[in-house]
Structure formats: C-alpha cells, structure tokens
C-alpha cells in the first residue's frame, strides 16, 4: 500500500467510527484463518471490542452489528457461557483475550488507541455439525487467542 492509500484507510475507519461508534476491518489471509475485529467499541460503548476468527466477511460484520446492538446499554458482557440471540445461525460463547495476544491482528485499534486502554473478546462459534472447541468430533479451522472451556 502507498502512504496515500493508508492514510485513506485511516480516514475511512476514523469516519465510520464517528458516523457510527465503531468500524469493523475484515482481514483475508492466504497463509492462515481470516479474521475481523471492531474498533471504537470499547471508547464510544464502554463494552470490549470483539474480534472473531475464519467467518466470511457479511456474517463476521452482522455478528459484530449484533454485538454491538445487544450489550451496548449495558455494564457487563457474560463471558464463557453459551448464548443463542447473538444470531439465529448457533450458538456462541464471548471470552476474554488479552490485546497483547490480538497485537498482531488488530493494528486498527492500536492506531486508534495509542496508549488508551481497551479491552477485547473473541466470539467463539460451533462448527458445522454443531460441536465447539473442546468438544470431541469438533472440526474446524478457527483461531482461539484466550482460554476456552465450555
């Protein structure tokens, strides 16, 4: 990318983070899982930004929509349990991971935030057959960045 091209990039985010309290980037990889995460959630909600890994690009921003829309009034996020009105699609479990971990991953919100604090969860979601991490017969590519137990 030119230094134009970033810049742009940097005011595309900026301005949906003004326009509607957070951005969503979508990251495509050849070498490994995909992933998306949200910026300015934890700033304009006090809720965790969230990042989730190896789901097409549509459903990964709906989930964060989602997300947003359903704890954005409220003082904590359940954490490690399984939930069912995230979307209609499966079940889900929110769990802590640290921005170090993420580091790599989410260069948007270290931009945005500098030396600010702020937090994240990852979404974790069943595979195909209905089973998550953990659970024997589960089968799929999805990278877990905290501690899951379900």
Known sequence: MTDEQIRQHHNNIDENIRKFGYNSTFVFTDDGPSFCYSTGVYRNFAIPEIFISSLPKNLSHELIENYVNKFKNRKCIPLNEKMHD????????LIEVSKEKLAEYTLSSARFYGNEKFEYVQLIYPDAKGYFPNDIGY???????????N
Do not use: L, N, S, V
Request: hydrophobic share 35%; no cysteine; charged share 30%.
């Open 86 to 93: 995230i979307t209609d699609r499966f079940p889900i479990y």
């Open 139 to 149: 089968d799929y590519d999805q990278m877990i960045m905290g501690e899951f137990e």
